[in-house]
């Protein structure tokens, strides 16, 4: 039984889903059929299962079924809605933008299925079957739809907004324009019917769903505040899994809390907001406190885990501030259009400093004999040939001797063949570049778009060189993310050095693996010292560095750890004097 009338308002805040036409169930609409039309599914085809769950949806949402048989069949298929998000889940993961065009399909497949469930959910609860009492024989109220049941129909359609914002980080979409008049009018009607703190009992073990229509109602807002599009998908799903294991370290009251970090009017369609812009009372505020939240991330950020402490210190330099503070630009932005060259990603950029040789090449004609030594014993060096001929500069380990060795079996040889061969140097990769249009930009970083033909190479926190005009290449790093449908990719970055050069790391007595790294030649009017920024952490950061910097070898320190994440470690050095 409703303990309060739902109040109008609210209603009319959700989205009409009036049936325009009446389309033809796939199946008999009894449980027994759709049961059957299930079991015919196919179980792995994520293509197929997705043209069969839109052709249910729409069905359901569209027919002139009564109330309750939209809510039993809707139930029965929701768990192969979940099964498809999965599915779509992996094949977005770890993806480059632009989307080509079978990802493209997908994720508006996914959308448009995700748009029915909130529309079919949405219609129960606008149904006069909702809302509306009888009487049994003793002439006691009944509810038509039990609070329990009305609990997990406005559960269902608030975590179907939090799949939908989900998915939609995923794929760097912005959400809809009308999504938080919806969320917000979904919360009061559960107020008004009790149920917002009921644990419903929904589908407990899908790590989708939070326990409680307020739990949910706090991930959503939490991960708008979180900023995902600066973020990669591997670390976005990991954020998501905080705030829905988490939900209790966000504390929420209608009352205003001593320690309030935002809040929310309820009869607005406005997003969460924070605390420093309130003003005055209102009886549909609604007050978030966020300490015990950042606490549990802080803490994640110490763990001992080695696998997780570099990702869960990367989340958690970048969660807190959304979490504690109103996000504020640092530097004004400048209209600036122009065309421009960008490099994305670190072996590209390597390529774009070495067009002609390739690292390794450089590295080896350091260390390869000259032609006029003469020949004796102590000359000798033993070298396993690989299949690129040219291993000196890669045997720097046990380990790079055993994988030339294994290599070494591709190629039949005998002696007069290793003498007589000459040595070929290898070209590099091809360097791949996109076409941009710078937007504007600040004493920090640009913004600019990429068209949505271009080939799938960005990805959120990468490196990407930028070239202006064919001059020399600067160093950036992707720090926002917007892919919008058939439209530009939109991307700001944050400048970290205005030139760079390639660099090996040759230390001679092998102390260190050799390997390329960007060198960041210093600043000295804005004190900002030389650089290293390479793929990996060094295996000793207290020995001295040979750095090969335009054919010359140079020795520096490191100073400090700038930086370390999964795409990039960043170093300053401190250069040294060699002696003599």
């Known amino acids: 039984m409703n303990n309060k009338p739902i109040h109008p308002v609210f209603l009319n805040r959700l989205r009409d889903t009036?049936?325009?036409?009446?389309?033809?169930?796939?199946?008999?609409?009894?449980?027994?059929?759709?049961?059957?039309?299930?079991?015919?599914?196919?179980?792995?085809?994520?293509?197929?299962?997705?043209?069969?769950?839109?052709?249910?949806?729409?069905?359901?949402?569209?027919?002139?079924?009564?109330?309750?048989?939209?809510?039993?069949?809707?139930?029965?298929?929701?768990?192969?809605?979940?099964?498809?998000?999965?599915?779509?889940?992996k094949e977005v993961l770890?993806?480059?933008?632009?989307?080509?065009?079978?990802?493209?399909?997908?994720?508006?497949?996914?959308?448009?299925?995700?748009?029915?469930?909130?529309?079919?959910?949405?219609?129960?609860?606008?149904?006069?079957?909702?809302?509306?009492?009888?009487?049994?024989?003793?002439?006691a109220v009944k509810a038509i739809i039990n609070q329990q049941q009305q609990a997990v129909i406005i559960h269902r359609a608030m975590s179907m907004f939090g799949l939908q914002q989900l998915f939609s980080s995923m794929a760097y979409r912005p959400s809809a324009i009308n999504t938080w008049s919806e969320i917000n009018a979904l919360l009061c009607i559960a107020k008004a019917n009790n149920s917002d703190e009921r644990e419903t009992g929904l589908d407990k073990h899908c790590q989708y769903i939070s326990p409680t229509i307020i739990d949910e109602f706090k991930k959503i807002n939490f991960t708008h505040l979180s900023l995902l599009n600066r973020f990669r998908q591997r670390d976005i799903l990991n954020v998501h899994s905080i705030l829905n294991n988490e939900p209790s370290s966000i504390i929420t009251s209608e009352e205003k809390l001593e320690h309030a970090s935002f809040f929310i009017d309820l009869h607005k369609d406005t997003e969460i907001t924070n605390i420093a812009t309130y003003s005055e009372a209102a009886t549909s505020i609604l007050f978030f406190e966020s300490?015990?939240?950042?606490?549990?991330v802080s803490d994640l950020g110490l763990t001992n885990n080695k696998k997780s402490l570099a990702i869960n210190r990367s989340i958690v330099q970048k969660l807190l501030p959304c979490w504690q503070k109103p996000h504020v630009r640092q530097f004004s932005r400048n209209e600036d259009a122009k065309d421009i060259t960008i490099y994305p990603g670190f072996s590209n950029i390597v390529n774009k400093l070495s067009p002609n040789d390739t690292p390794r090449a450089k590295f080896a004609s350091k260390l390869a004999p000259e032609k006029d030594t003469p020949f004796g014993l102590s000359n000798v060096e033993v070298v396993p040939i690989d299949r690129?001929?040219?291993?000196?500069?890669?045997?720097?380990?046990?380990?790079?001797?055993?994988?030339?060795?294994?290599?070494?079996?591709?190629?039949?040889?005998?002696?007069?063949?290793?003498?007589?061969?000459?040595?070929?140097?290898?070209?590099?990769?091809?360097?791949?570049?996109?076409?941009?249009?710078?937007?504007n930009s600040s004493a920090s970083g640009f913004m600019f778009t990429v068209s949505a033909d271009n080939k799938p190479l960005l990805q959120a926190a990468e490196l990407i060189g930028i070239e202006h005009n064919k001059t020399s290449l600067e160093l950036a790093i992707i720090r926002r993310l917007d892919n919008t449908v058939n439209e530009a990719v939109s991307l700001g970055v944050e400048l970290i050095a205005p030139n760079i050069?390639?660099?090996?790391?040759?230390?001679?007595?092998?102390?260190?693996?050799?390997?390329?790294?960007?060198?960041?030649?210093?600043?000295?009017?804005?004190?900002?010292?030389?650089?290293?920024?390479?793929?990996?952490?060094?295996?000793?950061?207290?020995?001295?560095?040979?750095?090969?910097?335009?054919?010359?070898?140079?020795?520096?320190?490191?100073?400090?750890?700038?930086?370390?994440?999964?795409?990039?470690?960043?170093?300053?050095?401190?250069?040294?004097?060699?002696?003599?």
């Not at 380990?399 to 290898?426: G, L, M, Y």
């Open 291 to 296: 300490e015990k939240l950042v606490q549990y």
């Open 94 to 139: 770890d993806t480059k933008f632009p989307l080509n065009n079978k990802l493209v399909a997908l994720t508006e497949k996914f959308f448009l299925i995700l748009d029915n469930f909130i529309g079919i959910y949405i219609s129960i609860i606008k149904s006069k079957e909702f809302q509306s009492n009888q009487f049994d024989n003793n002439k």
């Open 18 to 89: 009036a049936p325009t036409q009446d389309v033809t169930l796939p199946f008999t609409p009894t449980v027994d059929g759709i049961d059957v039309w299930l079991q015919n599914l196919p179980a792995l085809n994520v293509t197929i299962i997705g043209d069969n769950l839109e052709r249910a949806s729409n069905a359901i949402l569209s027919s002139a079924l009564n109330t309750h048989q939209k809510f039993a069949l809707t139930e029965r298929i929701t768990s192969n809605l979940y099964i498809y998000f999965d599915e779509c889940i």
């Open 388 to 439: 690129d001929r040219y291993t000196h500069g890669t045997i720097r380990s046990e380990k790079d001797f055993v994988r030339n060795v294994k290599e070494s079996r591709h190629n039949v040889v005998n002696a007069d063949q290793i003498w007589s061969k000459k040595p070929t140097i290898s070209k590099p990769n091809n360097t791949q570049h996109l076409g941009a249009t710078q937007k």
């Open 501 to 580: 050069k390639l660099a090996i790391i040759c230390n001679t007595d092998k102390s260190i693996r050799s390997r390329e790294v960007l060198f960041l030649p210093g600043i000295e009017r804005i004190h900002q010292p030389d650089a290293i920024i390479g793929l990996s952490l060094l295996e000793n950061t207290r020995l001295t560095l040979e750095l090969k910097i335009d054919d010359r070898i140079e020795l520096y320190d490191i100073s400090k750890l700038v930086e370390t994440n999964s795409v990039f470690t960043h170093y300053t050095l401190q250069k040294v004097i060699k002696e003599g």
